[in-house]
């Protein structure tokens, strides 16, 4: 069974310009998960998606980061404009049991 | 009360010694202990994991000892290998609508000795 892939792996941009990250979870988990994981501290939560709508995106800066899961498979991950502290491991997940999460490898975003 | 606090902050074990790592909980609502173990340039893998109704869950080398009445629990590594040395991460989970949210804690780097 494929993992979860995350694309780039790594990505180095100057403060006030924008990136978009992407994610292909497991075939047939409806659960999507953006986390943000920063360096020496665990995952925290942006967004949760069930199939392609919402279920929680209370910890995502909306000012500045947006997602979508179009046809409830593929998601992507945008910043616009980027910041300084927004330098991250940025980590999909997916899951069809509500309690197991499986991780992508994540995209390292280092902002300059 | 969303917090999980997660100690050591980093570990050295001899190779065939106890590795023990502790995370402690305010919200009675969590109800899923999942223990995560991460190597560098990788996601966090599901290593092992708990609900409250159990006192202790064993897999291979690894067991999970869980005090509601404390709110803590502990995740340890016996006849720990140099290939265990990675980050540990413990989380609690709660059911929200339509799904459930983890909440990690801070992580620790254990080292596995020769």
């Known amino acids: 069974e494929a993992g979860v892939a995350q694309s780039p792996r790594y990505k180095i941009i100057e403060k006030r310009q924008s990136v978009a990250f992407w994610c292909n979870p497991i075939?047939?988990?409806?659960?999507l998960y953006w986390y943000q994981q920063i360096l020496g501290q665990g995952p925290k939560l942006l967004i949760q998606?069930?199939?392609?709508?919402?279920?929680?995106d209370s910890q995502l800066p909306k000012d500045r980061f947006s997602a979508e899961r179009l046809k409830g498979v593929d998601s992507t991950l945008k910043i616009q404009p980027a910041k300084l502290e927004d330098s991250a491991v940025y980590l999909c997940a997916s899951s069809w049991q509500p309690r197991e999460q499986y991780f992508g490898p994540g995209t390292r975003l280092t902002v300059t | 009360q969303q917090q999980v606090k997660q100690s050591p902050q980093s570990l050295i074990v001899q190779k065939g010694g106890i590795s023990i790592i502790n995370c402690a909980y305010e919200?009675?609502?969590?109800?899923?202990f999942p223990w995560y173990q991460q190597f560098p340039g990788k996601g966090p893998a599901l290593l092992i994991a708990i609900r409250p109704d159990v006192s202790e869950k064993k897999e291979g080398r690894f067991t999970i000892s869980f005090n509601k009445s404390a709110k803590q629990f502990s995740l340890h590594i016996m006849d720990s290998q140099p290939g265990d040395s990675a980050t540990y991460f413990c989380a609690a989970s709660m059911e929200t609508g339509g799904g459930n949210k983890l909440t990690f804690g801070t992580g620790t780097q254990l080292k596995v000795e020769l």
């Open positions: 998606f069930q199939n392609n709508g919402v279920v929680d």
């Open positions: 075939s047939g988990h409806a659960t």
């Open positions: 919200n009675t609502a969590f109800d899923y």
